[in-house]
């Protein structure tokens, strides 16, 4: 079998199913009576097991088997439920997903030993530790060999192999024979050359036998070598070799091709299977493809429409049919789009044992509320959003969340609330995250700020508090005077803007002191295709995201100020720094200098800024291209665009001038 082939669907379920399970082990610890969620756990188990037995990965198949056991004692009443049982299940459901993590970067189930899980499990239900031996050996006899069989035999004694009857009798326990019988061939294959196996390869497959196994093999390994391998996989009680007594005769069967060829298929499998990398896919409503399939036969209906009028030579109807084709190719944007979005749920979901475990390691009592799951963002940005609300999450119940002899001096509920939100506004999605602690302290932003020498004590007074919360986004910045595992490095928020701003979005924070804070992320619907404004600096033309922009004003060259190196205009009542693109991207400008200047005002929460410009070209809807890793980080530049006409346009990022 070329597990190959099945690697990336099996990685795909199995995640699936550790979330389910992750969810079910939370839904347990509040509602232990609740005999659904039990049920729920076990069978999420008990397909893990069929998975990795079937596929061949042993650990994970012995840890599940294990927790099937302990589940069946808990329905059985034999086992209580508490947080302890509960946090030794969440264990052995990290385990489970550090295996899963190998086989997806690696191809191979790597990871902490299960056996000290295994041992914790068992002595829960009081059950001994298996010494391996059976009560009811079967007295290994040997096997009936047919003409060939002997004559193969006696040939590979002649080549120096060794020959070994071999007799394996699995756990009375085992759940999927045959899966198992198929590891023990799978290793043994890996040694030498399988002749014979009572009961056949058809009957093990249909389980067709009880617990034990014989087996004819040659090889140039040794007993020893042979047993070690086998008592390793998990589920095989028993192992019993002894070599073959077969006369000496000689025959014109030749095993070299067959071992060699033996080998070579599984080294050819072995190297497929470690050259699986695993894709990212989306799971997609068969009405989408639908629709999105429809829209394709309409795009081929117009391109003969379009070819038969050029044959002919006419061109009363082109107009009419470019306007069906645009509109065509709208909705087809649109269905990509939409079979490009997922649920951020698939985030979200993880964020409910996080919150649990930090609690519970700092002493706090504090639940998570969440809305919008079903708010849907391009599957792109579900890859990356995850870390940034873990640093958020983290932050709100390391620093704003008090601990609850606090909070009931304070005159608030003893349990700390986190609401965690989704919700789309125009072409972008806004995820907050909402804590009810103490805020963030601006005195304290104050006292490091200044000792950081980001600005003396007389610039920091004078800062609006607004721009002072923001100083928490510099790096190495934190109010925390000892380090922990947690935080005091100064390096958490600084990540989650950076990769926001990577991502074309913004973060802002409100907060007040006592009441609590709120750090809102904006971030647009698809990082595929936006719509931008093309403008002209010099000869080039470069792109800006829409989203970015707030107006387009036109003023004298009269009205510019400078003040402090900078220059300004003051735009009804309020002062807006100029940039001038030409200048900062060393682009050569216009050489004669205009009496009126067009500015586009960009701006980031409250902030605004303007970019000076030679020219305005136009709206346009863009398709986004990375410059790759050659060109990645640079300074003003988001990305490329190709245009109708062949160019390449840059993407301004706005954030610099801001």
């Known amino acids: 079998m070329d597990a190959n082939q099945f690697l990336d669907i099996y990685l795909e379920e199995t995640n699936e199913h550790l979330e389910s399970l992750n969810n079910s082990l939370l839904q347990l610890e509040k509602s232990p009576e609740d005999k659904d969620v039990l049920d729920e756990i076990f069978r999420v188990s008990h397909t893990l097991k069929g998975m990795a037995g079937t596929m061949g990965f042993t650990k994970t198949a012995e840890l599940t088997h294990e927790m099937e056991n302990l589940l069946d004692g808990i329905r059985k009443q034999r086992v209580n439920v508490d947080t302890d049982l509960v946090d030794l299940l969440f264990e052995c459901l990290d385990g489970l997903q550090e295996y899963t993590n190998t086989i997806a970067e690696e191809c191979v189930e790597r990871g902490e030993d299960s056996t000290a899980l295994v041992n914790k499990l068992r002595r829960i239900l009081n059950k001994e530790e298996k010494t391996g031996s059976a009560p009811d050996r079967e007295r290994q006899q040997d096997m009936e060999l047919n003409t060939h069989e002997n004559e193969v035999l006696n040939k ?74 086998l008592t390793a996989v998990s589920e095989v009680a028993e192992v019993e070799i002894r070599e073959t007594s077969i006369p000496d005769e000689i025959d014109n069967y030749s095993i070299d091709e067959q071992q060699n060829d033996s080998s070579g298929d599984a080294k050819t499998t072995k190297d497929l299977i470690r050259k699986s990398v695993t894709g990212k896919t989306v799971r997609v409503d068969i009405d989408r493809l639908d629709n999105l399939m429809n829209l394709v036969s309409e795009l081929i209906i117009i391109k003969t429409r379009l070819e038969e009028d050029k044959e002919t030579g006419e061109k009363t109807n082109t107009g009419e049919a470019l306007e069906y084709l645009e509109r065509i190719t709208t909705n087809l944007h649109d269905a990509v789009m939409k079979v490009r979005m997922v649920p951020i749920e698939r985030v979200f979901n993880r964020f409910p044992r996080m919150v649990r475990d930090l609690s519970k390691s700092l002493g706090k009592d504090t639940k998570l509320f969440m809305y919008g799951e079903e708010t849907e963002v391009d599957r792109t940005v579900i890859d990356e959003i995850g870390d940034p609300l873990i640093h958020l999450i983290r932050n709100s119940i390391d620093h704003g969340i008090e601990q609850v002899d606090i909070r009931k001096k304070m005159g608030k509920p003893a349990e700390g609330k986190i609401i965690l939100k989704a919700f789309h506004d125009g072409n972008t999605v806004v995820i907050e995250v909402q804590d009810d602690g103490k805020g963030i302290d601006t005195e304290r932003i104050i006292k490091k700020a200044v000792q950081l020498g980001l600005y003396s004590q007389q610039e920091v007074e004078k800062i609006n508090p607004e721009e002072l919360v923001g100083l928490i986004f510099s790096p190495g910045f934190s109010t925390v ?44 619907l698809t990082l595929a295709i936006i719509q931008a404004l093309l403008v002209n600096i010099g000869k080039e033309s470069y792109a800006i995201p829409l989203n970015s922009i707030k107006e387009i004003i036109t003023i004298e060259h009269s009205m510019v100020k400078n003040v402090q190196n900078r220059e300004v205009v003051l735009l009804r009542g309020e002062i807006l720094p100029l940039t001038r693109l030409a200048k900062e991207l060393e682009v050569e400008g216009e050489s004669v200098e205009r009496e009126q200047m067009t500015i586009v005002v960009v701006r980031k929460g409250e902030r605004l800024a303007g970019m000076v410009v030679d020219g305005l070209i136009g709206q346009q809807e863009i398709v986004i291209k990375s410059l790759g890793k050659y060109l990645s980080g640079i300074r003003y530049i988001a990305g490329a665009t190709i245009l109708g006409d062949g160019r390449v346009s840059l993407i301004l990022d706005t954030n610099p001038f801001l």
Request: aromatic letters at 6%; charged letters at 30%; hydrophobic letters at 40%.
């Open 481 to 524: 005077s000892k380090v922990s595992d947690l935080s005091g490095r100064g390096v958490g928020l600084d990540v989650v803007k950076t990769k926001i701003e990577s991502l074309g979005g913004m973060v802002e924070v409100e907060s007040k002191p006592g009441t609590g804070s709120k750090f809102s992320i904006r971030l647009p």
């Open 156 to 229: 590979a004694r002649q080549q120096g192999f060794k020959c070994f009857i071999i007799q394996v009798r699995l756990d009375s326990n085992c759940m999927l024979k045959s899966a198992r019988a198929f590891i023990v061939f799978n290793v043994l294959e890996k040694k030498g050359e399988i002749i014979k196996s009572v009961p056949s390869v058809e009957d093990i497959e249909d389980e067709k036998f009880a617990h034990s196994i014989k087996l004819v093999m040659i090889t140039h390994s040794s007993m020893d070598e042979i047993r070690n391998s």
